[in-house]
């Protein structure tokens, strides 16, 4: 039988804010998840020296993270350059990340999920009606999870036709009948993520903070 239980808490778009991620592991742990997700942009290019605590808090809950362009771009900016603005663990651990993840049948990446075709531009590509449906295309009965896109929102198809749903906080979401579905989970900085239930095909939209 399976645990109609496991709950799953999605975040993305910390930007650099460590006191965002701590708030989101706090109501992630109150809800009862045993698995977290964090679909890139960690940090913020802008102000790499807020890597290191946003690292440690994600490495410390044991979240699965897949690689956003700011956290790709701190790398860049930052490796081997001896700023002292990011230690070199962190440092490595950002370049690690994979851009993509597999989970349950569920994909997770910051922007596209074709990230074996599209390299790193798969991180910053717009999720177009074009993209949504290349994807559906694929998974039948696929349910993606992605960034970048700041406002939280579920697209499916409607009569053979790409429909895009805001999602608003507290709102849960039955997916059984809306799949292939695209799930974009809000950013950390608006104070949005998610809760996915993958027994009972629903998500919820979170408020934070």
């Known amino acids: 039988m399976k645990d109609r239980s496991l709950l799953v808490g999605i975040m993305a778009d910390s930007h650099g804010r460590s006191e965002s991620i701590g708030a989101a592991l706090e109501a992630f742990r109150s809800l ?6 964090h679909l890139g942009d960690v940090c913020d290019s802008m102000i790499p020296q807020t890597a290191d605590a946003c690292v440690d808090l994600l490495v410390q809950a044991n979240v699965f993270v897949v690689k956003g ?35 349950r049948g569920a994909d997770f990446a910051h ?28 998974k039948k ?5 992605r960034g970048h896109s700041h406002d939280p ?4 198809l409607v009569n053979g036709r790409v429909h895009s749903q805001s999602l608003e906080p507290g709102r849960t979401l039955p997916l059984e009948d ?12 608006r104070g949005y993520a998610t809760l996915w239930n993958p027994d009972a095909c629903t998500i919820t939209c979170l408020s934070i903070g």
């Open 32 to 37: 009862g998840c045993q698995r977290v997700h």
């Open 69 to 103: 362009n700011n956290d790709h771009a701190v790398v860049v900016n930052q490796w081997g350059m001896n700023t002292g603005l990011v230690r070199e663990d962190v440092l490595q651990y950002l370049k690690d990340l994979p851009k993509s993840l597999e989970w």
């Open 111 to 138: 922007s596209l999920p074709f990230t074996k075709e599209m390299g790193l531009s798969a991180m910053v590509g717009p999720m177009t009606d074009a993209q949504t449906l290349r994807y559906f295309s694929r």
């Open 141 to 145: 009965n696929g349910l993606f999870f």
């Open 153 to 156: 929102a579920a697209a499916f």
């Open 178 to 189: 809306r799949l292939p579905c695209v799930v974009t989970c809000g950013a950390l900085t």
